[in-house]
């Protein structure tokens, strides 16, 4: 009867479930191959523990990032494209600013507020670091958390408000839309060239040791750590705490009653703009201190990762963001270990597709928490 | 005069006319229903005195004031509160959450008037803690009634309290709107269940096609044999 029961069960879980018996296959000859190549010494503890490393720092960029995406998206009930964009400009208005202080009087002002448009100046020649010119690194942060506030403000008074009421993929075609011009305009000021931005000699590091070996801990590794999870903890405090918090959940989860409550609809969109903007800037100011370069496609590219992250953690929550994009960032980093790190960004959608075909709400699915 | 005022309403939706030359009166501390067959445009009555609908015509006074522009979001400053018929609770919020949204237009969450819902839906208290949306449906009435009397307003518009719920709730939802009614708050209340709240009102409205066709009081309304005939069923 046991035999019988056990073939019984067996045969319908291949049946009804075909997927996850593929997936698990997978999912066990990928444990297999990582413990094989461990135990062979063709893997090493210490190249996997840099590489969960690194991906949690990219996958915390991208659910930072993914927040203002999620925020809008709940409140605003359309998919912002634009918002790629809006990491970049953050980024290259907070290293104008950067690169003014840290090398004011070694270079001219125009050639820094351009941020070395052209090769005229060098930031790893300026010294750049968070240890080095801690002002110069604080200051271009807040900058751009500010101006990506204040764009995405000036952005939704004069496109998104006058379209408000239209269907979301009107909004969504006319952000994309928003998101060429702005890119485009930001090659016009700024060019087409990446920059290097810090140089690796001047961020200290440390070793930390890890059975076989060290993982590289860098300045930068860690202040986008500390930066990002205060933000994220702040956020999460702001919506469970507050009265505005409150209200945002309130109006992503139903408009109109928030309406007949007398929530002011109008100024809850305007903080949510404010709220998503700012950790927006901050968080492209913070891609480009860790990566160390910076180019007009930066925040387009990390988009599509974004999107993969709010997805799948389920869009409209923001713990869907944080979590979708440390799953997405850890998939993207330690996808090397299996497959040529040209398929990184391949494996993260992958991860993306086969959550979705489980979940298909997203891990944090139906819980609008703004 | 009366607290709410309504005359020769025209409204609908965008072009779509519902109401014509509806006429409604609620005294102050008065306990009114409009009853009528579905589709008679009785929630419309109640959407277009919070300002959600689309006037065509006519004036809405509250309390001597024309109210009839203004927005859904500031008519709740009036004195007036409203529970819609579905989706009348916040589902992502929980049950204290839910009642704080109710006071958002004031500095501070009222403790006195949160102790009163709270006194007068016990309930409320014991699953303060509970997000909205995984209360019953009994539950989730007696919430986003809490909800709209946070503010203590003077004028209390229900649409369909007793839809969904079961049987043996339907007669303590009446209970409680009597017990809110007496306590001073007049109520403006859609039923489907015509008999009962006819019974317990102080007048009734018949409503049918979007126009007025009988008013008088309650128990009058419900002994008079043409509406029995037309609209209670015999």
């Given amino acids: ?370 | 005069m009366s607290l709410l005022e309504v005359r020769d309403l025209d409204a609908g939706y965008g072009d779509l006319q519902i109401l014509t030359d509806v006429d409604l009166d609620v005294g102050a501390d008065e306990y009114v229903t409009i009853v009528g067959p579905n589709g008679a445009g009785k929630s419309t009555v109640m959407k277009s005195v919070f300002g959600l609908t689309t006037h065509m015509a006519g004036t809405v006074t509250f309390a001597g004031e024309d109210i009839t522009a203004t927005k859904p979001e500031d008519v709740i400053h009036k004195g007036m509160g409203y529970v819609p018929q579905s989706d009348n609770v916040f589902a992502a919020l929980n049950v204290r959450e839910n009642l704080e949204m109710g006071a958002y237009i004031l500095d501070e969450v009222p403790e006195a008037a949160l102790r009163e819902v709270y006194e007068r839906f016990p309930i409320l208290e014991e699953r303060r803690d509970q997000k909205a949306g995984t209360m019953s449906g009994g539950q989730q009435q007696m919430l986003a009634m809490g909800r709209a009397l946070m503010l203590d307003p003077d004028l209390l518009l229900l649409d369909e309290p007793s839809a969904g719920l079961a049987p043996d709730l339907v007669e303590e939802m009446f209970d409680k709107i009597d017990e809110i009614n007496d306590a001073g708050t007049a109520v403006l209340m859609v039923e489907q269940n015509a008999k009962e709240a006819l019974r317990r009102c102080d007048r009734g409205y018949v409503l049918a096609n979007g126009q007025n066709r009988y008013v008088d009081e309650g128990r009058k309304l419900l002994n008079d044999e043409q509406v029995r005939q037309e609209f209670l069923g015999g």
Wanted: hydrophobic share 55%; glycine share 16%.
């Fill in chain 1, 1 to 370: 009867m046991g035999v019988s029961e056990t073939y019984v069960r067996g045969r319908r879980l291949v049946v009804d479930q075909p997927l996850a018996i593929v997936v698990g296959l997978i999912g066990l000859w990928m444990a297999w191959f990582l413990a094989a190549g461990l135990a062979a010494g063709r893997v090493q503890f210490h190249d996997v523990a840099a590489l969960l490393w690194d991906g949690l720092l990219r996958g915390l960029i991208v659910g930072l990032a993914g927040i203002g995406l999620s925020m809008t998206y709940s409140i605003l009930n359309f998919a912002n494209f634009s918002h790629g964009d809006y990491i970049t400009a953050g980024a290259f208005s907070g290293w104008a600013v950067t690169y003014l202080l840290a090398g004011l009087g070694e270079a001219d002002v125009g050639s820094l507020l351009l941020v070395g448009a052209g090769g005229s100046v060098f930031g790893g020649a300026l010294g750049i670091g968070v240890t080095t010119s801690p002002i110069a690194v604080a200051a271009g942060a807040v900058v751009a958390g500010v101006a990506t506030v204040a764009l995405a403000l000036v952005i939704d008074r004069v496109v998104y408000r006058p379209i408000r009421d239209e269907s979301g993929i009107t909004l969504l075609i006319t952000s994309i839309g928003v998101a060429f011009a702005l890119r485009y305009l930001l090659v016009f000021v700024f060019g087409t060239d990446v920059r290097g931005t810090t140089a690796a000699g001047f961020v200290p590091r440390a070793s930390v040791p890890v059975v076989d070996g060290t993982v590289r801990v860098t300045a930068h590794d860690a202040t986008l750590l500390v930066v990002s999870v205060g933000l994220m903890l702040g956020v999460h405090l702001l919506l469970q705490r507050t009265k505005l918090g409150k209200a945002m959940r309130a109006m992503s989860d139903n408009e109109d009653l928030a309406r007949i409550t007398g929530i002011p609809t109008e100024r809850v969109v305007r903080a949510t703009w404010i709220i998503g903007g700012g950790l927006t800037g901050v968080a492209g100011y913070m891609f480009v201190l860790w990566k160390g370069t910076l180019g007009f496609n930066d925040g387009w590219l990390l988009l599509l990762l974004i999107f993969a992250a709010v997805i799948l953690g389920g869009i409209g929550s923001i713990y869907g963001a944080i979590g979708g994009g440390i799953i997405i960032g850890v998939t993207a980093s330690t996808s090397v270990i299996w497959v040529p790190s040209e398929f990184g960004r391949a494996a993260a959608f992958m991860v993306m597709i086969v959550i979705l075909l489980f979940k298909p709400k997203g891990i944090f699915g139906g819980r609008t928490t703004a």
